[in-house]
């Protein structure tokens, strides 16, 4: 695992956004990342989906796990997706690679854990670019998303 050049990135992205430490997993061999938001769940969509218009990201869809679950009976902690992207980047990106599509729009999982601490995950972009065989100057396009998502954890 490179766990401390992970940490040294995403600590980079805290500090660029302005904004205090956090706690993350880099889960390098599943290619999940995962940062701790401190707001709850809706917040934190509302903050992430407003954050992304406003840097002409588009909105593809809102999933919501939780509500769904409830709708057929069952339980389940607050979990929402957000599906996002940018047709033209995603595009270039396809054209190399047409299997990225499979992990394209990019995602962010916004959910709460047992003891209702708010956690955002997303596909960390050097493992996309491994699993489709691609450079990770190839997917570095996810970079200013990575900043976007770590902005809508901040306090």
């Given at each position: 695992?490179?766990?401390?050049?992970?940490?040294?990135?995403?600590?980079?992205?805290?500090?660029?956004?302005?904004?205090?430490?956090?706690?993350?997993?880099?889960?390098?061999?599943?290619?999940?990342?995962?940062?701790?938001?401190?707001?709850?769940?809706?917040?934190?969509?509302?903050?992430?989906?407003?954050?992304?218009?406003?840097?002409?990201?588009?909105?593809?869809?809102?999933?919501?796990?939780?509500?769904?679950?409830?709708?057929?009976?069952?339980?389940?902690?607050?979990?929402?997706?957000?599906?996002?992207?940018?047709?033209?980047?995603?595009?270039?990106?396809?054209?190399?690679?047409?299997?990225?599509?499979?992990?394209?729009?990019?995602?962010?999982?916004?959910?709460?854990?047992?003891?209702?601490?708010?956690?955002?995950?997303?596909?960390?972009?050097?493992?996309?670019?491994?699993?489709?065989?691609?450079?990770s100057e190839d997917v570095a396009i996810f970079s200013s998303l990575l900043v976007l998502i770590a902005q809508a954890a901040?306090?």
């Amino acid at each position: 695992m490179h766990t401390s050049r992970y940490l040294c990135k995403y600590m980079l992205y805290v500090f660029m956004s302005g904004g205090s430490v956090m706690a993350f997993s880099a889960e390098v061999d599943s290619g999940i990342t995962t940062i701790e938001s401190h707001h709850t769940i809706e917040q934190t969509m509302e903050r992430l989906q407003t954050s992304l218009e406003t840097h002409k990201v588009r909105i593809f869809a809102i999933i919501d796990f939780s509500g769904d679950a409830a709708n057929e009976g069952l339980t389940l902690r607050p979990e929402k997706l957000l599906v996002f992207g940018n047709p033209k980047a995603g595009t270039s990106l396809m054209q190399v690679a047409p299997t990225t599509g499979l992990d394209l729009p990019f995602k962010a999982l916004v959910w709460e854990d047992a003891d209702h601490r708010v956690w955002v995950s997303y596909n960390e972009p050097r493992y996309i670019a491994g699993r489709h065989r691609m450079k990770s100057e190839d997917v570095a396009i996810f970079s200013s998303l990575l900043v976007l998502i770590a902005q809508a954890a901040q306090p």
